[in-house]
């Protein structure tokens, strides 16, 4: 139509940048005979073309160099500042034009046709899950284009300020589109996923309305209702409940990934109004708790959202003014979840809600951000009170009581691993305080055994340490390439523990890699393997020399999840000594000034670019000191020897201490 105004029947995947992701899953739908309601996309262009315009990005940068983004109060003055700059300035009379016209033509000439509009951003720097801005029955040209200017200014929230702050995106790098559909009243409207959330079990799909007073779970391949929650007088009958999860399946084909899918019913005719990739619960944050229900007293009991077992002091949530008693290991509970609850969940160890199902936000964003959550669990703002010390089990939904912390147990947000060689120790480990194995080693006589022991090997890890994470470091670490064959090997091996043994649980550390060009070439071997990135099978590449530090953004570019640092090496190719050598050994200092900064700059770099941060050797298992910066810079995760862990653990947790307090003062 114009440069600002696009149908969705005329979009394709290649449109992104000027109708954002949702336009263009909207238009990929519609394109594949999916039941789509029709409408157009006001483009990002407009949107830039709205700042260029008037000079607007000057201006809020402007005020955005005053924000001080410690102090809450701060980023809402600017926020507030932001917008109503925003909404006092005027669209430019060509967008308004061509955004009028289409109007009248979707609504075969009505001016008044009620409209629904929907935020969609050309990337996830921008707005994140439950974030996006949804205006509902939207009527006549006036309240259009100021409604425009109120998502343009929703981009501007306190809380996605402070999102794109802490991952170091700039605010005007991406764009966003309006997607603009006709308003349908539904009977009944609810949510779909294509896996068991809690237990990825690929063979189910899960249907819930959006009260959660009707359940259904469905096996995949056949379509039989294995379970069903439902009022005496359900909404959906059996045919529409077959019919919506048949679209799930073709939705899941589709996009060949697990879909969430968001669904309505109107007129006896079924719409889909969003589908995107599930979240899987990519982290965790585990004590080991086995037989729970055998030694501890059962409080609470809700609906299993997000998996993993966690214990940590209540801290109940009734408005927006509580969120500032949230700390880093805290269980959060309240009776359900707004967008604005974002940052205080991201540092919970757990939520439980008293409102919500399996497919309902209060579950899909603590699957996000891999926290164990149980939510519809009844009377918990009053069953839990604040500052008991409590147990979640995310897998069953279940919370019970653990005295004091007096116990021993310290429940950190910098996850603590540990450095593992021998197989005899994998049930060992699995009983300690830890939160995964950060650091399996490989041998080259793995390449001398079938692909099946060798996953046998790891299998037994991954068993006893579920669903923490075990990580894998091929052999052969000086390089890959030179011994592809061991690696192929390896790789085999690790596809079995995905694909046939189902277990989740087992990630990738790629060891010393010298150049970008030899990590793409790295990459292609896995992916002839089978093997790519996902929730549940995480990428690391180790950062082993100066040259790893250097060119760690065009590292990341290739595509990572996370850098694992090896201190020892590092530290002895940046001081030329060798820790082992008796002429250099008076040299090796991984405490020197050098190294310091070194690993500083490599921590932030990772964070800065959204991807996680870790470190291994004697470093961090011999000094306290070193440990404490580390958590200064925001590391993610440390792994130790297994004699090290709760001396750590309890260095991480007054490093934290000391940071919250900085922060507050």
């Known amino acids: 139509m114009s440069d600002s105004v696009l149908w969705l029947k005329d979009v394709s995947k290649d449109d992104i940048s000027l109708v954002g992701s949702k336009g263009v899953s909207l238009g990929e739908m519609l394109h594949a005979g999916f039941p789509v309601p029709d409408g157009f996309v006001i483009t990002a262009s407009v949107y830039f073309a709205?700042?260029?315009q008037n000079k607007l990005i000057a201006k809020i940068n402007q005020l955005l160099s005053t924000v001080n983004f410690d102090q809450s109060d701060s980023v809402l003055q600017v926020a507030q500042h932001i917008k109503k700059?925003?909404?006092?300035?005027?669209?430019?009379?060509?967008?308004?034009?061509?955004?009028d016209n289409a109007y009248r033509k979707f609504g075969g000439g009505i001016t008044t046709m009620p409209v629904v509009l929907h935020a969609s951003s050309t990337s996830a720097n921008l707005l994140f899950a439950g974030q996006q801005e949804t205006?509902?029955?939207?009527?006549?040209?006036?309240?259009?284009?100021?409604?425009?200017?109120?998502?343009?200014?929703?981009?501007?929230?306190?809380?996605?300020?402070?999102?794109?702050?802490?991952?170091?995106?700039?605010?005007?790098?991406?764009?966003?589109?309006?997607?603009?559909?006709k308003m349908i009243t539904p009977d009944v409207s609810g949510m779909m996923l294509t896996l068991d959330p809690v237990m990825y079990d690929k063979s189910k799909i899960i249907i819930e309305t959006h009260n959660a007073s009707e359940?259904?779970?469905?096996?995949?391949?056949?379509?039989a209702i294995l379970k069903k929650t439902t009022p005496t007088q359900p909404t959906l009958s059996v045919n529409r409940v077959l019919d919506l999860a048949l679209l799930a399946k073709k939705l899941e084909k589709q996009y060949y990934f697990p879909q969430e899918i968001t669904w309505m019913i109107a007129d006896n005719t079924i719409f889909i109004l969003k589908t995107k990739p599930m979240a899987t619960n990519p982290k965790f944050q585990f004590t080991n708790q086995h037989?729970?229900?055998?030694?501890?007293?059962?409080?609470?009991?809700?609906?299993?959202?997000?998996?993993g077992i966690v214990r940590g002091s209540v801290k109940i949530v009734k408005s927006i003014k509580d969120l500032s008693k949230i700390a880093p290991g805290d269980i959060l509970v309240a009776l359900d979840v707004l967008p604005s609850y974002f940052f205080a969940i991201k540092k919970a160890a757990a939520l439980v809600t008293e409102h919500g199902g399996r497919a309902s936000y209060a579950a899909v964003l603590p699957r996000e951000l891999g926290i164990p959550a149980i939510v519809g669990a009844e009377k918990a703002t009053v069953v839990l009170q604040e500052g008991m010390v409590v147990t979640v089990d995310g897998e069953k939904g279940e919370v019970y009581s653990n005295g004091t912390h007096s116990a021993g147990y310290h429940q950190t947000a910098t996850r603590l691993y540990v450095t593992v060689e021998k197989q005899t120790l994998a049930t060992t480990i699995a009983q300690e305080n830890v939160d995964g194995i950060g650091l399996l080693t490989g041998q080259q006589s793995y390449q001398e055994i079938a692909p099946n022991t060798f996953a046998e090997h790891l299998a037994t890890f991954c068993k006893a340490l579920t669903p923490r994470p075990v990580v894998y470091l091929p052999s052969e670490s000086s390089s890959i390439l030179y011994h592809s064959e061991v690696f192929k090997h390896e790789l085999a091996g690790i596809r079995i523990v995905h694909e046939k043994m189902h277990l989740n649980n087992l990630w990738l550390m790629l060891p010393f890699v010298r150049t970008v060009k030899e990590l793409t070439e790295i990459k292609h071997l896995m992916t002839a393997a089978g093997l790519t990135r996902s929730p549940h099978f995480k990428v690391w590449l180790t950062i082993a020399s100066p040259a790893n530090v250097l060119?760690?953004?065009?590292?990341?570019?290739?595509?990572?999840?996370?850098i694992s640092i090896d201190a020892d090496r590092l530290t002895g190719l940046i001081l030329g000594a060798d820790k082992d050598h008796s002429e250099t050994s008076n040299t090796?200092?991984?405490?020197?000034?050098?190294?310091?900064?070194t690993l500083e700059q490599t921590i932030k770099t990772a964070h800065r670019h959204g991807i996680t941060s870790s470190i291994f050797g004697e470093a961090p298992s011999l000094h306290s000191s070193l440990v404490e910066k580390l958590?200064?810079?925001?590391?993610?995760?440390?792994?130790?020897?297994?004699?090290?862990?709760?001396m750590t653990r309890k260095t991480v947790r007054e490093a934290e201490r000391r940071l919250i307090e900085n922060r507050s003062v």
Request: glycine share 4%; hydrophobic share 45%.
């Open 50 to 52: 709205f700042l260029h």
């Open 85 to 99: 700059l925003i909404m006092h300035t005027a669209i430019a009379e060509t967008s308004i034009h061509d955004i």
């Open 135 to 181: 205006i509902r029955n939207l009527q006549g040209e006036a309240n259009l284009i100021m409604k425009i200017r109120e998502i343009w200014a929703s981009i501007f929230e306190p809380r996605a300020l402070l999102y794109r702050n802490e991952h170091h995106v700039d605010h005007f790098r991406d764009g966003i589109a309006i997607v603009v559909q």
């Open 215 to 223: 359940h259904y779970t469905l096996a995949k391949k056949d379509l």
């Open 291 to 307: 037989s729970l229900s055998n030694r501890l007293q059962l409080l609470l009991q809700g609906i299993p959202a997000s998996k």
């Open 551 to 562: 060119l760690l953004e065009e590292l990341i570019k290739v595509g990572i999840d996370g």
């Open 588 to 597: 090796f200092d991984p405490l020197n000034p050098a190294v310091l900064s």
């Open 631 to 646: 958590v200064q810079w925001g590391i993610t995760s440390i792994s130790v020897i297994p004699d090290a862990l709760e």
